[in-house]
Every structure is written in structure tokens, then in C-alpha cells.
């Protein structure tokens, strides 16, 4: 691809636009080509086809990924970034915007985690859609994400990643509503859209700001006009907005957490991402658990600059995670649907990110997006594969002992359950302590920047919800794989009528069995692959099996990660550090060139004794097993009789948040608007101009027509009066 | 300066030569047609073809010849040196010269198919309109008010004849008595104010009026009869332009005359005018404190009426009419914006945004009413929009252009109309002439319901009679595709226009 080289760059690096364009690629053929792959090659053979090629281009993106890495860890740590530009894309005399890549160890962190886990999700996803009727729409969206959020980390300005944010907040939509015959999910998708433009508005005020800021500022950019690359910006970012002072220092990294709080779903603006939950589970893991929604702590880790010129700002960000990690977990603590479960903790682990991010820690709140990656995404494609195997039935309270039926998948989610629980040696472990410890060592620096609450107070409130966390995950998981009962088994029989709405496909083969394209066989065919357990519902004669291999081969390698993932990266730190030993932080290293602090003291402000060092790694320890052995206790022998308090409901209904922002945004926002349509609308603009402007232009044309006699003397006339007029104007003037 | 005078240079011919092959074409063709009269009008339209594209050669093959402040002979020598020659050379002449061809050129090639389905094909039509042509590039390319005035009466004589070609038909006569007599009051005008210019100047050249201003202390009389010449010659050019309230003859002249006419009439004489508008007003920059304010109130109710008085019309010729005097309007405050800058420091405006108009206006004009035209058929042609209705179903092609033509004129991205009117807009704003520009824009947003009239017509099964169309032939088509074309390919011709003529 001659055409995308940049001389200036080190020629491997190139490759960079491949990653971006092969998921591209893949978009394309799956738009173009998805429905006539279908018809042509009938539908069994025709998905394999078009299943393969949906995870070739995102696994080859993942191999160019590891290359470049390879590339970059052999460069010293300053020489790690890396920039390609294509073409300009906007170029005017007072901004320039290339069309340009940044590779540099934050990028390509984000790039492998997006590629490698996107990879294993559509591998996925091959088996858990085989049965859906829109099989290439699904993939098509899905390829088109990729593309997106590669394009969202990978781009080099803000016009570029906003591109990427856009973009995904599209394909979110597109795939929350993807079964979109149920008005819930089309309504679920509005919110998730509607929400998110509130976030997206903070977004794009944030770089105008900085476009404006910098800008003004040219004698500091010596004539460079790319005033949204962060190569530019980022550098600079101390100088330039130093010397604006004011409220500017702290507006731009607010404007830009707003945008922020909403891909992320922080509190405030969270309240879409549970309601997202009505996508199919694949989606539900990529996107709204493993990457797009980590687009936020992207963001506040790529611009920490700006982040760091102001400690309010710093610590909105801390405030905020820490108030959304607590808030959050009570809420999944009060969940029954197994995927709002862990949407509930998916925004609380989110919390846990900024945290880490407001108290300076950057590197170690994107060690943490890293891990939870690892085993949100085991515990979604888990929790998918349950799904998948009961019939659609998503309710915990009608699970119970699967571990018998599913041995996979039951071995792979407690991997993923014991990473989240902040268990050692699993993922979660070294990510979540890490940021309780870095939470408390800067308590000191913090205070001293005035900082209205103490960061000891965020520690403990992270530290209970490491509790919290543990405890509905144990709930969760007990209710699902243990409880001696099988409580499926209580159901009622059902109608064998297939009304599911997720059941489209099943329909399908009823309606048109013997279809015209002799389609049936190669249906029969996989009726003989054993794959036909989910076309009975839920009840006494239901047997879960485990799931195909496409599905549980990519929950294998996720259980694998979530394993060793989180000790290989960081190399055992701290855990290494209380015993003297010096082992090499690997992501810390990796990473440092983009995310350590540039205006913090980083290496003062997080400096603890070993002592206190082992004190609170100790506790988190016991905050994780404290929470399992509650819940293991409580949901040993099933359901307990208490389980239905009034308490848990208050908190599965967020609190009453939710309604109460319904109410005022939806009801008295609808109310308003149909009064001010009523009178503003039909009574003075539809009057006064739609109707009424017409009717006087119309009525002063038909009275000038009316001039218009046809007579040639009134013709002359009126160049005679037009002629006298100019005449006694000009004898104005020249007599003046 | 004697010797100058005694021995006046040589006359650069080659400059010349685009006039004489258009009227050595207009010749040739009266000659066949007087020698085979009544036979079949194809030699007729091959030569005029031919001759047309040698005139257009001749025009690019001396496209480098460096331009020439004046040549020519010299009425001037009574009492000195201040005129000059009766010619100038530049590009501007080059381009309106060039619009003009092209405008006879492709009325030539769409006239043949009505004329015939009207019933009159006349072979004078050919050379008239050849005629007609020529003088309009004299008008473009002379510097003498006589001249000019010259220029001025053969384009319009022809028209006065072209204008009541269909001897059967009483609007088309009408349309020649009213024209005529019109147009011989407002030369009337424009005659005296050449006159009178003489008196001030001494000359008819108008390098004499800024000579006189910029005599150390000008003769006062004659400062005062300058103006009042000044003031009648734009008279006369108004009534031609069709600027309000000189407008009157325009609706029904257009709608009187065949089709055809209209649509050559409409194109030529307006660019032939405005072209030779711009250049007195030029030579009289001295007093452009007077005419300016003058010509401003023109183009506010020029705009503001002729877009008025069009929404109320029933007939697609007539709608055009009026629409063509908005059109003047606009092109009118390109014209005040370009005096304004003037004086500006920091801001030049040259001739480009006038000719980038004036060749968007000729091109979707000349394609709007080829296309009406093709509603003549078997000797009946009917205008009314309501004639119209169905045409979608039955003649598709030219339904299909009338659309972009109608776009077009409506100031819809990415034609041609809609580049012009944002070209004076944006004139007109950085002449701090913000307030003209609104009124533009408010203007263009009215007329565009007219043009939607049109265009919705078109689209709309038809209720009473289906009017026939005529089939479309390769002539029609040919028209009706360049028109097309060029509109949109005209854009690419901003840069080149704007280094020609900027500033």
C-alpha cells in the first residue's frame, strides 16, 4: 500500500493503516457481499463463509498489532511515538487537520486489546448468531465498530478521535437495537443514543476549546497550525494554557471528562449502559464491556496533561469514579437478570478507572481497563454461553447448578469470577489493588492541593465496594452454577409456540420449511450437530448443554488471560515490592512514555512504606474473600427466603435515579415541548410566517401585477417616471 | 504627441476577427437562403455552425494576444488626444465574446426542431440571430458610446424581428410593436446621454469622461452635464437589462415571441448589455458617488418585484420574464459591490464575479427555455404551467433538465446559480454591504417557490388536456445537455475566471 507510507516514519510502522483498514475491508464485504454470500451458498455454508471472513480481518489486525508492538518495545522509551499521515484532510488558513496515526504504547495497548479480545468475541459471536435471520447485518455492524474504535484510539487529533467516538456511539446504537422489532430494544438504543449526545456535546465543546486556546496562542506554536494533534498539543499543553490561566485550566479537562462521563457511563449519564444490555450478549461484551466504554479513560489518559494543570478537575474525576463504583456495585448487588448484573458492575469497575485516573495514576487505571477487558469479557461471553443455553432465559432465579451441564463454561467463569473478586493471583487482583494502593499513597499530595475530600475516604469506599463486588459476583455466580437446586426445573411447560423475540430465526424455518432454495437439509444437517437445544424454552424437560466450540474455545482463552493476564503484565508489582524483590512492571514500563504524569510529581506522590504497602494489600485480599464467603453462605442452598427485601428492590431500581430522571427530562421535558408546539409552533410561526408570509408576498405580487396593464403608453410612462426619478436625483446630488 | 497622432498604429485585425466571422456568417446564410429560399434550413444551420465555431476559434486561437487599451480609427480629433481608439482588447471581451458565440451557437442548434413544429422556419431566422450576436460582442468590446450605441441597436433591431417571426401568431406581433417601441423611446434616452457626454467631453470615447474629471479644475457646466449624461445612459441601459421600473416590455416580449427567441433574447442581449454597462460605468468611476446610491435602489426593487410579480405568473415563459429581471437584480449588486470595493483599501473585486453570473445566467436560461420550447408541437405550443403538467411521463429528458435547470436558477449547491449568487454575497458582504446581501438572500429564498411551481408542474399528471410534446431531437437534447453539463462544470472555471479578471 505505497500510497499510505510515510517517509518520515520508521517503515514497519506503516503497517498501522492496515489495522485500521483491514476491519474496514471486512465492514465492506459484509455489507456488500453478506446477503448474496447467504442466498448463493445456502445458509449453513454461506455463515461459515461469512463468519470466517468477519473474524479474518480483526484477527489479522490483531497480528499487525503485535508486530508493531514488537516494533515499538525495541525503541527506547522516549523514541515510542510515532506518527503516519495520509493525507490532509482538513486544510484551512487557520487550522490543518491530517488524517494521521499515532502509534505509541498507549494506542497500541488500547489497538490489541480491541483487535485480540474483538477477534475472540466475533469468533464468538459465530455461534451464538448462527441462528439469527440477519447474520451478515449483525457482522457488518460489527466489523464497522472495530473499525471505529481503532480509528477512535488510533487516530492523532481530537477532529480524528471524535470521529472514532462518533462512530462507535453509531454502531452502538446500531447493535443495542439490533433485534429492533421489540420496541424495547429500539427504545433502549434511543436512550443509549440520546444520553450519549449529552456526553458528546462536552466532548466537542472540550476541543473547541483547545482549538481556541491554542490558536490564540501562536507565537508558542512557532506558525504550526494542527492545533488538535496531540503531538502539538499535548507537549505544549503546560505552556499554552498556563499562560491563559483562568477558568480555562479547568474547563477543558471537565469538557472533555463530560464526554467522558457519557461513553463511559459515569455517574450522572450511566443510566444507558444497563438498558444497553438489550443487545445480543457478543455486543454487550465488546462493546459495552470490554471497549467501547472504555473510550473515557482513553481519552482522560491520552490528555492527562491537560487533567493534571488542575487538582479540581483532578479530583471531579476521583469523586466521580469512586461515587460510580459504590453506587453502582449496591445496584448490581439488587439485579436478577444475569447480564444486568454485570452491566451494573461493568459501570462500577469503570469507576474504579477513573479513580485511579483522578488521583494521577493513569497508567494504572489503563492496566485496569486491560484486566477488566480480560474478564468483563470472559464473564459476558460466560454469562452469553448460560444465556444461550437456556433458551434465552436471563433470570438467576431460574438457573441453578449448571456447573454439572456446562463444564466448560463453568470452568472458564470462575476464572473470570475469581479475577473479578480481586482474588490473587488472578487479573483482577493486581489491577484493583493497585489503584486502592495508589488511591491511598497520594492522600498526602492531594491534601496538600486541597482537595475537599481526603483520599484516605475514596480508599475506603473502594475498598468496600471491592467487598460489594464481590459479594453480588458470588451471588451471581452461586445462583447460576451452584444452590443444589435446579430451578429450571420448576418451570411450567411451554406452549410449544416460539415466540421469543430473540427467536426470529426459529420462525423462520416454520414459516418456510421447505423453502424453494432446498435450504431444509443443510438445516437438518445442523439439527444433527446436536445444536438444537435452544429450540426448546425453559422447563422440566430442558437440558442445558454446553455450548459449540466457536463458542467456548474464545471463553478458554479469556479464562486463560484472566488468569495469568494481570501477573504477567505487571510483573507481580506490588505484591514483589513488600518483599523487596524488584521484578519489571511491564505495562508500567510499556506505557510510561504516554501515560505518566508529566506535571504531578509521580514519583513522589504515590510513595508508601512497605509496611502500609502490605497492610493494604492484605485488605484487599480480605475485602475479596470477605464478600465470597457472605454470599457464598447466603445463596449456598438456593434462593434464601429473605432474598426479595425491600431494600434490594430499592437498590435493583438504581435508587429511584432512573425513574426520577425519566420523570424530569421525559415526562415534564414532553409536556413542555407540547406546549410550547401548541403555541409557539401552530400558534405564532405556523400564523405569522408559514401561512402569513406567503399570504403577504403573494398578495403584493398580485398588486404590483396589477400595474402590468399591457398598454405600451403605460409601459413608457413608467420608464418616464423611472428616468425623471434618476434625473431629479442626480440634480439632488450635483446641486448639493 | 503629434507624431503619435500623425502616424496612428496599425490595426491588430486578428482582434477583429471573431466580429467578422460572425457577421461573414450572418451574410453567408442570407445569401443561401436568398438563392434556395424555401428549401430545407440544414445548409443554413450547418454554416451558422461552422462559422459560429471559427468565430470561437478565432476567439482562443488569439486567446495570449496581449491586451490593447484601445486600437482602432479615432473620432476624437477635434480638439485633441483624451479618446483613443474606437476597439479594446482584454480578456473580459474575450470571455463575453466567447459567452455570446456560444449562446447563438447552441440557440442555433435547438431552434431548427421548433421552429419547424411551429410552422415557421424561416431561414432569416439564422442570420438574425448571427446579427444579433455581433452586435452584442461590438457592445462587449468597444470603448466609443457611439459604437456601443451601434452595437446596441443591431442586436436589437434583430431581436425586433426575431421577436415577430411568426407572422400568424397576434402576441408574437404584439410582442415586436411593443418591443420596438419601447426599445426606439428608451434609445431615445440613451442617445441623448451620449449626446450630452459629448458636450462635456468633447468626445464620445469614454476615456473622455475620466479626462475631464481629472482636469485640475474641470469646467463645472460641463462636470454637470456629464452627470446628467451619465444619468440617461443609464436609462438606456436599464430599459435593455430590464431593471425596474423599466422592466414593463419584458413579460410580455418574452411571452409573445417564439420560444426560441425568448430564450436567445433573454441570454445575449443581457450579457451584451451588462457587459458594456459595466465598462461606462468603469469610465465613469468619477461619479460613481452619484450612481452608485442610483443603481443600489434599482437592484433592491429590481430583485424585490421581479420576484414578487413572478409568484402570481401562470405562464412558464412569462415566469422566466420576471424571474430574468430578479436575475438582474442580482447581477446588479455584484455590480455595486464591485464599485464599492473600489474605494476599499485591503479589498479588490474585478469583473469575475460579474461574468461568472452573467455565464451561469446565459447557460441555465438559454437551457430553461430550450427545454420549455419542447412544448411546441404540430403547430401548437402552449406555456401555461398547467400545459406543462405530465411532461414527466412523456417527455422525460427534457422534465428531467428543466429540474436542474430551475435548481439552478433557484440557487440550489452545486450548479452554477447557486456559485454566482454566493460569489456576490460574498462580494456584497466584504463591501460592507451587508444589508444588500440580506435582501439577495431573502430574495433568492422567495423565488425559489416559483421555481418549485415549475418544477412541480412538470412532475404532476396532467388534469384537462394533455398537451403533446414534441419528440426530443438531437439539436434540443445536444442544448439541453451542455446547459446541463455546463452548469455544473462551470465551477471549475472559477479559478481561471478569477485570474483572468480579478482585481
Known sequence: MPELMDPSMPSGLNLVWLVLLLPLAGFLFQAAFGKAIERAFGKSTGRRILGFMAVLPIAAAFVIGCILVSHIANQPENARVAISTWFDWINLQSIHIPFELRVDPLSLTMVLIITGIGALIHLYATGYMADDKDYPRFFTYLNLFIAFMLMLVLGNNLALVFIGWEGVGLCSYLLIGFWYEDIENAKAANKAFIVNRIGDWGMALGMFLIAVVFASSQTLLGGETRYLSFDVILPLAQQVVGEWGGAVVWAIPLLLFIGAVGKSAQFPLYLWLPDAMAGPTPVSALIH??????????????????????????????VIGCFTAIFAATIAWGQYDIKKVLAYSTVSQLGFMFLACGVGAFSTGMFHVTTHAFFKALLFLGAGAVIYAMAHNQDLRNYGGLRKYMK???????????????????????????????????????????????????????????????????????????????????????????????????????????????????????????????????????????????????????????????????????????FGAHTTNLFKEWNAVSAQPTVLPAKEMFKVSHSTEAVLILLSIAAGLLGILWNRARYKKGIPQNEDTKLRRLAGSQWGYDNAMVKTFVDIGGKFSDAFYKIFDKGVIDTLFVNGIPWVVASTGKLIRKTQSGFVRAYAMAILIGALAIASYIFYSISR | MNSALAQPAPIPWEALLPLIAV????????????????????????????????????????????????????????????????????????????????????????????????????????????????????????????????????????????????????????????YFLLGAFASGFMLYGISLIYGATGTTNVAGIPALFSLELPDPTAVNVAYAGMGLILVGFAFKVALVPFHMWTPDVYQGAPTVVTGFMAAASKVAAFAALIRFLDASMAMKDVWIPILTVLAVITMTVGNLIALAQKDAKRILGYSSIAQAGYILVAIVAWAKAKGMPNLTIGYETVAFYLIAYTVMTLGAFAVLSSAASKGKEGTLLEDLYGMWRRAPFPAAMMIVFMASLAGVPPTGGFFGKLFIFFDAVNANLVWLALILAVNSVISVAYYLKIVQATLRDPEVHPTKFAPVNVGLFATCFLCAIGLFAIVLFIDPLKSWLGG
Open chain 1, 408 to 578: 466448560i463454561t463453568y470452568g472458564s467463569m470462575l476464572m473470570g469470577w475469581l479475577a473479578i473478586c480481586g482474588i490473587p493471583i488472578w487479573a483482577g487482583f493486581w489491577s484493583k489493588d493497585d489503584i486502592l494502593g495508589k488511591v491511598f499513597a497520594s492522600n498526602e499530595y492531594w491534601h496538600s492541593q486541597g482537595w475537599a475530600i481526603n483520599p484516605v475516604i475514596l480508599w475506603a469506599i473502594g475498598l468496600a465496594t471491592a467487598v460489594l463486588t464481590a459479594a453480588y459476583m458470588t451471588r451471581m455466580f452461586w445462583l447460576t452454577f451452584f444452590s443444589g437446586e435446579e430451578r429450571w426445573r420448576n418451570l411450567p411447560e411451554p406452549a410449544h409456540v416460539h415466540h421469543h423475540a430473540q427467536h426470529h430465526e426459529h420462525d423462520d424455518h416454520h414459516d418456510h420449511g421447505h423453502d424453494e432454495h432446498g435450504f431444509f437439509i443443510e438445516y437438518v444437517d445442523e439439527h444433527e450437530d446436536g445444536q438444537d437445544h435452544d429450540h426448546h424454552d425453559l422447563g422440566p424437560s430442558h437440558e442445558p448443554n454446553e455450548v459449540k466450540p466457536a463458542m467456548w474455545f474464545p471463553l478458554v482463552v479469556l479464562a486463560v488471560l484472566s488468569t495469568f493476564g494481570g501477573l504477567i503484565l505487571s510483573g507481580g508489582y506490588p505484591v514483589t515490592e513488600v
Open chain 2, 23 to 178: 457577421a461573414t456568417t450572418g451574410v453567408v446564410a442570407m445569401l443561401i437562403e436568398m438563392i434556395w429560399p424555401r428549401r430545407s434550413n440544414d445548409v443554413i444551420v450547418w454554416v451558422c455552425i461552422v462559422g459560429l465555431a471559427a468565430a470561437a476559434g478565432c476567439v482562443v486561437y488569439h486567446w495570449n494576444l496581449p491586451a490593447l487599451e484601445s486600437f482602432g480609427p479615432r473620432f476624437d480629433n477635434a480638439q485633441g488626444s483624451v479618446g483613443g481608439g474606437l476597439f479594446l482588447h482584454d480578456r473580459f471581451g474575450q470571455i463575453i465574446q466567447l459567452t455570446l458565440i456560444a449562446t447563438a451557437f447552441l440557440t442555433v442548434i435547438f431552434s431548427e426542431g421548433y421552429l419547424r413544429e411551429k410552422r415557421l422556419a424561416f431561414g432569416e431566422f439564422y442570420p438574425l440571430v448571427m446579427w444579433a450576436a455581433m452586435g452584442g460582442m461590438i457592445m462587449a468590446t468597444s470603448r466609443d458610446l457611439l459604437i456601443v450605441f451601434l452595437g446596441l441597436e443591431t442586436l436589437s433591431i434583430a431581436l425586433y424581428v426575431l421577436a415577430g417571426l411568426s407572422q400568424k401568431d397576434k402576441r408574437s406581433q404584439e410582442s415586436a410593436l411593443k
Open chain 1, 289 to 318: 464491556a470490554a471497549t467501547m466504554v472504555t473510550a473515557g479513560v482513553y481519552l482522560v489518559t491520552r490528555c492527562h496533561v491537560f487533567f493534571e494543570m488542575s487538582a479540581f478537575a483532578m479530583g471531579t474525576v476521583a
